[in-house]
Structure formats: C-alpha cells, structure tokens
T-cell receptor, first 112, second 115 residues
Framework: QKEVEQNSGPLSVPEGAIASLNCTYSDRGSQSFFWYRQYSGKSPELIMSIYSNGDKEDGRFTAQLNKASQYVSLLIRDSQPSDSATYLCAVRPGSGTYKYIFGTGTRLKVLA | EPEVTQTPSHQVTQMGQEVILRCVPISNHLYFYWYRQILGQKVEFLVSFYNNEISEKSEIFDDQFSVERPDGSNFTLKIRSTKLEDSAMYFC?????????????FGDGTRLSIL
C-alpha cells in the first residue's frame, strides 16, 4: 500500500517566521511531488511541484526533495496570516499510474 | 487564468437516489479525474479518464459509479444508488497530459450530502 505521511498539526508560527512542512512517502519509485494549499471547504490549490532532488524556489516558497530519504518538504518564508490553511502533499507514484496519493495534510496557523 | 468549474456546489440527495456531478475541465486539457474527500480525511483518487475511456480507477470506484464525457466540454460522475457513506466533497481535476511533471488542477468541488 503506497502511503504519504504528514504531521496533521496544527503547526503554529508567528507572522514573519519560516514555516517548515514535511512529508514522507513509501513508494521509492515515485517521480513527481506536489504541494497544494487547501482552505477549509475549498479545493486544493497548487503551490509548487518538484521532480528532482534538491531545492526549488518560487517566491516565498521553497520545495525540497530528497529521494534517497523519501522526503519532501515545503518552506514558507515570511509567513503571513493569509498562509493559514491546510497544506497537502501529493505524490504521483512511478510510471503507469495517473493518480495522486495525498497525505492527510498539515494545518498551518500563522499568528498575527 | 483558466479553471476547472464544478456544479452544483452542494447537492443534497436521499439515500438510494441517483446523483450526477458535473465538471467543465480546462479547455485544452485532455486528462480528467475525480477525487473525493470525506470530511476530515484524505483526498482520495477515484478515477481517471482519457480519450473517452477510463484509464485508471481505484477500489472505491465500484459498479455504482460511472463517468462520462457527454459532449466536448462536460465531464460527469454518476453515482447510481447513493449510500450514506458517499457523503463527501467530490473534486474534479484535469491536466494537459499524463506526463508526471504536469500538475492536475482542481475544481472547487461539489459537497454531496446523503440523507
């Protein structure tokens, strides 16, 4: 059974701080990794994707991937109250499948 | 920015009734998906659809479920005889192609409540 694990939180950080969100996955053949933000009762909104080991930066967001450790993370710099949401890690397993496997999500609270 | 649209936003149905959830994927996208999220739980894959055929389905997608692309724009999920446990948020998603580095874009969802 392919699994994606996240700490459900809540993760509370003060405004302006760096929020660090983590995700581990069980399928070593996984190729594509996505971070989605989900506000309560709303749809998952794509924030970032990452496919290669290392860091990928987009504005205040940095995704980090370590395939050897089967670990992907999302850093949010200068956290704002509007970043308060649930962050979903989604993994597309190895070739031959179209589906994403989602983690339970980490609830982030940015305190003003 | 183009987006996936879903209707209705909320559907209330009696147990045993049929329900059809509708989606309009992004216009140049070729791959379509349905996911569901039971309250407080993970987003779960149901089915993917390409070239008027199901390309993959999960064990959740049993005989009571079906999908269809009745015309050039709509993509529907039908639940034939709804059960209480079908109550969930149903998300439609689409992607340009099936390459791993091409993300799926999600609609705002339909909240299905079975009474």
């Amino acid at each position: 059974q392919k699994e994606v694990e996240q700490n459900s939180g809540p993760l509370s950080v003060p405004e302006g701080a760096i929020a660090s969100l983590n995700c581990t996955y069980s399928d070593r053949g996984s190729q594509s990794f996505f971070w989605y933000r989900q506000y309560s009762g709303k749809s998952p909104e794509l924030i970032m994707s990452i496919y290669s080991n290392g860091d990928k930066e987009d504005g205040r967001f940095t995704a980090q991937l370590n395939k050897a450790s089967q670990y992907v993370s999302l850093l949010i710099r200068d956290s704002q109250p509007s970043d308060s949401a649930t962050y979903l890690c989604a993994v597309r397993p190895g070739s031959g499948t179209y589906k994403y496997i989602f983690g339970t999500g980490t609830r982030l609270k940015v305190l003003a | 920015e183009p987006e996936v649209t879903q209707t209705p936003s909320h559907q209330v149905t009696q147990m045993g009734q049929e329900v059809i959830l509708r989606c309009v994927p992004i216009s140049n996208h070729l791959y379509f998906y349905w996911y569901r999220q039971i309250l407080g739980q993970k987003v779960e894959f149901l089915v993917s659809f390409y070239n008027n055929e199901i390309s993959e389905k999960s064990e959740i997608f049993d005989d009571q479920f079906s999908v269809e692309r009745p015309d050039g724009s709509n993509f529907t999920l039908k639940i034939r005889s709804t059960k209480l446990e079908d109550s969930a948020m149903y998300f439609c998603a689409s992607s340009e192609n099936s390459l791993g580095n091409v993300p799926q874009h999600f609609g705002d969802g339909t909240r299905l409540s079975i009474l």
